[in-house]
Structure formats: C-alpha cells, structure tokens
C-alpha cells in the first residue's frame, strides 16, 4: 500500500516561514517524482514545486526565491521550507508522487497567511 503523510502546515503572518514535509511509506518509497501542489477555495490544483525523474527541480514561477523543496532520502520525507510568505499562499498543500503511471497524493495540510 502506498501513503504519503503531510506535516507542517498552519497559520502565519504574511513575511513568515512554515516547513512542510511528507513522509511516503508502502510501494512509492524511494520513488524519484514526488512534489508539493496546493488548491486554493475555488481553484485547480497546482504545482509548487517537485522532483522531476532527470533530478532537475520544477517551481512554479510564484514562489521561485521564496520556496525550496528537499529530500531526506534515508527517511523517504520530502520537505517544502516556505519563506516570505503571503496571502496568496494560502491553500491546501498537498504532497504528490507518480509511480507506475499513477498518481498518489497525502491528505493535504492547511497553510494559512493573514496580511
């Protein structure tokens, strides 16, 4: 069985800093492609940032500067660290992988940020 965990979210003034992290366990450990997306009220679900199967890292352009993702491979987590965060930035983090032409996804974490 495959799951992904999220952890981190919460509430933040905008310049603040939050860290997510995401922990896979079951057939998607290890796997190459996981990444951050978030879903504001009334909008798609969009990327954030992710590991792509080259090892290159995709950013969405709004959070380039401002957002970086990292991995603990020893601990199958992979970590967003969010700084100078604003109002726009509030959604819902969700943690995402592909494996065998599937897409996984955690439950999703909350991040909110007041101006």
């Known amino acids: 069985q495959a799951q992904l965990v999220e952890s981190g979210g919460g509430s933040v003034q905008a310049g603040g800093s939050l860290r997510l992290s995401c922990v896979a366990s079951?057939?998607?450990?290890?796997?190459?492609?996981m990444g951050w997306y978030r879903q504001a009220p009334g909008k798609q679900r969009d990327l954030v940032a992710s590991?792509?199967?080259?090892?290159?890292?995709n950013y969405a352009d709004s959070v380039k500067d401002r957002f970086t993702i990292s991995r603990n491979r020893a601990r199958d987590t992979v970590y967003l660290q969010m700084n100078s965060l604003k109002p726009e930035d509030t959604a819902v983090y969700y943690c995402?992988?592909?494996?065998?032409?599937?897409?996984?996804w955690g439950q999703g974490t909350q991040v909110t940020v007041s101006s």
């Open positions: 079951g057939r998607i450990r290890g796997v190459n492609t």
């Open positions: 995402g992988s592909i494996f065998a032409g599937a897409k996984f």
């Open positions: 590991f792509i199967r080259d090892g290159n890292i």
